[in-house]
């Protein structure tokens, strides 16, 4: 009986879950032997660049504590469980340094390595992979000159994915890894920083600048103070088209919810009625349940959230709403002020996204529904899925010391150092390798929104049907699969039926291999 040969390149927290579900799927069927190549050049598999361990402790997470679980069915601990045995304590709606949690994955991937049941053979390269070619029933990974029967890729949030782009004196095609972009050679002391971006990577790169540098907050009644090191740059300008800022996480010690769970259960309930009437549409139907729910949520009879919704995704901020809306945002998630629209949108859209995902994954909306859609995910990403708010406050209290100007949105400002800090769409011209050659190769199709196109066993989607032996799972088929950056193991299902289905097709291959 023959190995059955699988690469997995990319092993970021994608990576580990795929080969934790392939480990467990194998173990019970101990008379089929595998062997697995993993393709991670970082030091620590499954932290992935964006957990990198080594990154400044000031980078936070998005994502509360208490829901981080590289595990299943309790075969290993929660991210809580395990903090529980560090020196530092973590509650359950901490947002805690990405680096913590990017050990806390690493310690994962090796245990999954420890643990692999003895038909595993696990093989770890520590290279990347510039392309993934068919070869006959096969496919050749090179350069390294290997040739598997499965390949799946999870390359994530790749740093190479601006392909025309490179780092000179003055450019800096994106801030990660921080350690190595962001140094003070490449952004001295004093400098002019001009900030491509006004969102998450924004707020990461202006933390790396100024308090990855010495500088300190420290708390105050309304926010926070800002003791400088003098290492910091002397303005960072960030600039966008729309120039509309994020709204801060609730923080949950602070915040009184208005309604409920009982309340959301209707809800929920509700929009699944919605989304499995025949024909649903996200333009027709299910924006407009939401938009109805966000009325309900502050007890509006006057359905006022279309009205706002629409009006602030038209609308250009000024320098003055910047700073308004920000100071808006923050006092309501520390709990200073009542609820407005915005808070009602963003809180339904939070609540009831695993349904939307579940709805819209998969799924070919009709092209006028998913430019729609995208429309109104941009602008919900906003509101919904905001930084914690100390990271508000901080920005807040950067821009009232000076160090962060909201007068040049228009990117007009004269700088010493242009950064980078948007993540581009997923989508084919963006794609680094290997993917972009699978596509060019008809290997990969994109679908209307915009991902690459997978079925629900991540099994890659040509234009006339399925690469036997390729998948995909992860950032590069968002749109395809909505909501890949998360660590929440039980958002998605890809791992375990892309597992599931490997080793059932060794089952079959090894059966006709005895028929002969």
Not at 149 to 159: F, K, N, P, S, W
Not at 388 to 414: C, R, W, Y
Request: hydrophobic residues 40%; contains cysteine.
């Amino acid at each position: 009986m023959s190995d059955t040969e699988i690469a997995i390149v990319g092993c970021g927290p994608k990576g580990l879950y795929a080969l934790d579900s392939l480990c467990e799927a194998a173990r019970r069927s101990p008379r089929h032997r595998f062997t697995v190549h993993i393709f991670e050049p970082s030091a620590q598999p499954g932290a992935g660049p964006i957990y990198d361990p080594r990154q400044p402790e000031v980078l936070l997470m998005n994502f509360p504590a208490g829901l981080i679980n590289a595990w299943t069915g309790g075969r290993g601990p929660s991210f809580m469980e395990w903090a529980a045995r560090s020196p530092k304590p973590v509650d359950a709606g901490d947002y805690v340094p990405r680096a913590h949690v990017g050990r806390y994955l690493f310690w994962s991937f090796e245990r999954v390595v420890a643990q692999a049941p003895s038909n595993v053979r696990l093989i770890r390269h520590k290279t990347r992979v510039d392309a993934v070619n068919r070869n006959g029933d096969l496919w050749s990974i090179s350069p390294h000159n290997i040739t598997v029967d499965y390949v799946l890729i999870t390359t994530g949030h790749q740093d190479g994915f601006r392909q025309g782009e490179t780092t000179t004196r003055d450019h800096i095609p994106s801030p990660f890894p921080i350690d190595r972009r962001l140094t003070q050679t490449a952004v001295p002391p004093n400098s002019t920083v001009r900030c491509k971006g006004f969102a998450l990577t924004f707020i990461d790169t202006m933390l790396a600048l100024t308090e990855g540098r010495g500088g300190v907050f420290a708390l105050s009644a309304t926010g926070f103070n800002y003791a400088p090191s003098g290492q910091e740059p002397r303005r960072i300008a960030p600039f966008s088209r729309s120039g509309r800022p994020m709204r801060a996480k609730v923080e949950a010690a602070l915040f009184t919810q208005p309604r409920d769970d009982a309340f959301w259960d209707e809800r929920r309930a509700a929009l699944s009625h919605i989304l499995r009437t025949p024909n649903a549409t996200f333009t027709n139907h299910v924006w407009p349940a939401f938009l109805s729910c966000a009325d309900q949520v502050l007890g509006n009879p006057s359905a006022t959230s279309a009205d706002f919704f629409t009006q602030r995704s038209k609308t250009t901020f000024t320098p003055d709403e910047i700073r308004q809306d920000l100071r808006i945002g923050y006092d309501i998630a520390m709990g200073r002020r009542a609820q407005d629209s915005a808070w009602a949108l963003a809180e339904v859209w939070r609540r009831c996204y695993p349904q939307l995902i579940n709805w819209i994954s998969h799924r070919e909306l009709t092209p006028d529904d998913a430019h729609h859609f995208r429309q109104i995910a941009a602008e919900m990403e906003r509101l919904a899925f905001g930084p914690p708010a100390q990271n508000i406050g901080k920005l807040i209290t950067l821009e009232q010391a000076g160090i962060v100007s909201f007068d040049h949105m228009s990117g007009e400002a004269a700088t010493d150092v242009t950064i980078n800090a948007t993540i581009p769409p997923a989508g084919g011209a963006e794609l680094a390798a290997p993917l972009d050659g699978l596509l060019r190769d008809g290997h990969l199709s994109i679908g209307t929104m915009g991902g690459v196109r997978v079925d629900k066993h991540a099994h890659a989607l040509t234009r006339d049907g399925t690469a036997k032996g390729l998948s995909v799972i992860g950032r590069a088929t968002e749109g395809c699969v909505l909501g890949n950056d998360t660590l929440s193991r039980s958002l998605h299902d890809l791992p375990e039926n892309w597992a599931a289905a490997v080793v059932q097709c060794a089952r079959q291959s090894n059966a006709l291999e005895h028929s002969l």
